[in-house]
């Protein structure tokens, strides 16, 4: 499973939508970061469908990307809808 990311991918998202490659704490490099790894997680499950640990955990990334999502909603709104737009997350 190819949920393993290098160092220069890590930052690349990071500096895509967290502002700076070392800003690894900001909200939207983590959801953009748990938005790769889900995706990446869920092409796996497509294949292996009875890889029960996998499932685990996606459903635990989902929860904690959701979380997130909630936090940035509450805290600035408009920095929630732009990035849920960049992702293709919602509808």
């Known amino acids: 499973m190819s949920a393993y990311l290098t160092q220069e991918q890590k930052d690349q998202i990071f500096a895509t939508y967290g502002g ?8 939207e490099g983590q959801i953009a970061l748990f938005t790769h790894r889900i995706t990446a997680m869920s092409q796996h499950l497509q ?7 996998c499932k685990t955990a996606l459903l635990s990334l989902v929860g904690k990307r959701k979380r997130l999502l ?6 600035d709104i ?4 732009d990035l849920i737009e960049k992702l293709g997350i919602r509808k």
Do not use: E, M
């Open 47 to 53: 294949t292996n469908r009875k890889d029960h640990g």
């Open 78 to 81: 408009q920095k929630y809808r």
């Open 20 to 27: 700076s490659a070392t800003n690894t704490g900001s909200v």
């Open 70 to 75: 909630t936090y940035l909603a509450k805290k």
